[in-house]
């Protein structure tokens, strides 16, 4: 299998995960605007479901752009971090329903820590393929340390604050992973080394 036809599979899925979340959003019970307020944590959810999973695409995208090969590690990572993306409709519908429900955020957070964590085996499958002997460069370690420490931190404050920081630790986490490689790399063009 080349790349171009796991990246369209991946492309596919991920399309259809993001479709489905729109569809599982439910319509006010009135054509006003009281109604549509009281929809605002499906809103919500599903608002941060669909960026972060825009987010994630973006950056595979960003990553495959320079790969030459893929292997069969490649290709099971890629299915393995499908599975855990293709809950998002499901989990995020759950956590629309129980917005300020511990365990309904919790929820939420062990499917998007478990899409992070394939993810993040699928750029250490991908190095592998293409002989990079450190699977991730050091600024890209330090990018998804800080997406895992953000999305921890979330939780802890979460159990001992309010349920839905999870939610922002998660949108915080997203914008990190998406920008901060750019700031990065613009840093490194202008001092001619990584400084991340």
């Known amino acids: ?27 006010p019970e009135a054509a006003d605007w009281a109604s549509l307020w009281a929809l605002r944590s499906d809103f919500f959810s599903y608002a941060v479901s669909f960026f972060w ?5 973006v950056n595979i995208h960003n990553q495959w752009s320079r ?4 292997d069969n590690k490649v290709i099971w990572w890629s299915i393995i971090m499908l599975f855990f993306a293709s809950f998002f409709p499901y989990v995020t519908s ?23 964590l ?13 002989g990079q002997t450190g699977a991730l460069d050091y600024s890209s370690r330090r990018i998804v340390a800080a997406d895992l420490i953000i999305k921890a931190v979330g939780i802890i ?24 490689p750019h700031f990065v790399s613009r840093r490194n063009i202008r001092s001619g080394g990584d400084t991340l």
């Open 157 to 180: 404050l979460a159990v001992f604050i309010y349920p839905p920081i999870t939610m922002f630790a998660v949108i915080l986490a997203g914008c990190v992973v998406t920008f901060l």
């Open 118 to 130: 394939s993810n993040m085996a699928l750029g250490r499958a991908v190095a592998g393929a293409n």
């Open 94 to 116: 759950f956590v629309s329903d129980h917005f300020t429900s511990l365990f309904a955020q919790m929820f939420y957070s062990v499917v998007v820590i478990c899409v992070s």
């Open 1 to 27: 299998m080349n790349k171009e036809r796991l990246s369209a599979f991946t492309d596919a899925i991920l399309a259809i995960i993001m479709t489905i979340l729109v569809l599982e959003l439910k319509k």
């Open 67 to 70: 790969i030459e090969k893929i």
């Open 53 to 57: 999973l825009g987010a994630m695409w």
